[in-house]
């Protein structure tokens, strides 16, 4: 639904005029039949082709409510039929042509240019701030779970679906440590236990607490 639409009156709509509407059905443009008293847009169902749909104006009792006259339809068949081929596929056209802009992709640093042993402010599922490790291309943060805190890594944006899912957002300093795995298989007394890289968890936790932006209190 539009956000407080300005709406076309009843007796204002024109004949073969194509409408920007607002509707709790599925079109958003349709084509007023003047005769029928009817907006005809492009229906759809899941597991269905397209279809035409014909609603009433929303002073008619129906959900339909005008609020932009963009051009006037060139055909004189205007009714919901099947066999209106016409009208359907000149409807699938307006319905590319007047489709709203997509957003602009999300701004984030490109894993081209992420430095290895920087840290970076993300966007991400799991973690705020990360230590690119480019053999991995992915980041090495802390992630907290169940109340738990632990080293986790999650892999840059660029690397595609399922598991790019972090966006960097800002590249803040290096690490000054060389050794950047989440931790190691003990050995010895503690052999069969992962052993965390304590000396990586520290350091990330410091510069968490020296960079996270803090919330505005009220």
């Known amino acids: 639904m539009l956000d407080n639409p300005k709406r076309i009156p009843l007796e204002e709509c024109k004949h073969g005029g194509l409408y ?16 029928a008293n009817m907006f005809v847009g492009i229906g759809w169902r899941p597991f269905m082709d397209d279809f035409l749909l014909a609603q009433p104006h929303w002073e008619a009792s129906g959900s339909v409510r005008p609020v932009e006259l963009l051009e006037h339809c060139p055909l004189e068949d205007l009714q919901a039929e099947v066999a209106n081929s016409a ?31 920087g840290l970076y402010r993300l966007s991400s599922r799991n973690l705020a701030f990360g230590v690119f490790v480019e053999a991995t291309q992915g980041f090495v943060g802390i992630r907290e779970k169940f109340g738990n805190r632990y080293l986790f890594t999650e892999f840059h944006w660029d690397t595609g679906a399922p598991h790019g899912t972090v966006q960097p957002q800002e590249f803040l300093e290096d690490c000054p440590l060389t050794d950047l795995r989440e931790g190691w298989s003990g050995e010895g007394e503690r052999q069969g236990y992962f052993l965390q890289n304590d000396a990586l968890f520290t350091w990330l936790e410091e510069q968490e607490n020296k960079y996270r ?4 209190t009220t």
């Open 20 to 35: 920007r509407v607002d509707t709790d059905r599925a079109f958003r443009l349709a084509v007023f039949d003047k005769a």
């Open 87 to 117: 009208l359907l596929e000149w409807l699938r056209h307006r319905a590319v042509q007047y489709a709203p802009p997509s957003p602009p992709p999300p701004k984030y640093v490109p894993l081209d240019d992420c430095r290895h042993g």
């Open 213 to 216: 932006i803090q919330e505005p």
